[in-house]
């Protein structure tokens, strides 16, 4: 068995915690490098779950929006086609239909009657509701409709006078109207009151005779 030198077991110590201390200093910058890799891809999938967590976040508002916008057109052209009703049959023996819809807000003939609280924007497009004007009726408001042409998100479950809008592609179809009830006279001094019949709605006449949308 040889002895060693003086000095040689120290040396080999000494490399062996130089290997040892190489050794665990490359640990920690490989590790760090992996974990670097780690947070990297881990980001990229917390942005893109983030993302489609927006994406579906605003589609979901968006929705809501539209369906709140929705709920106030139906509101607003209820009260139009009402406020039209009550117009109408506000002075026994002279049923008409207004020329504008300021006659609606303030009706001279009634001085100065109120049968719409305001005039409503549509709630859609922001602007003026489109009106319907029958020219057999001298040219007058027989009914209002939202003129935008995008497809509502309501397509059933409407009340019994708006049955008709079930199924419509465009918020432009779905017409609010007033049309006396078919088949019943009135007869001077009579007065007919809201809410007492449904009426027919104008496009279920023959073609030709209903209102005609007017033309900006």
Known sequence: REIPEPGEGRMKIQNSKLKIQNFLFRIPHSALRNSHGFTYIALLAAIVIIGISLGAAGKYWSNVISREKEAELLFR??????????????IPGRLEYPQSIDDLVKDDRTAGKRHLRQKYKDPITGEDFAEFRD???ANRITGVYSSSDKEPLKQGNFP???????G???YSEWKFMFTPQQGQTVLPGQTRFPGQAQYPMPWQQAPGTGPQPVKH
């Open 160 to 166: 019994d006078q708006y049955k008709d809008f079930e």
């Open 77 to 90: 052209g209820d009260q139009y086609r009402r406020a039209i009703e009550k117009y109408y049959s506000a």
């Open 135 to 137: 020219k057999t009726k």
């Open 168 to 170: 419509k592609k465009k």
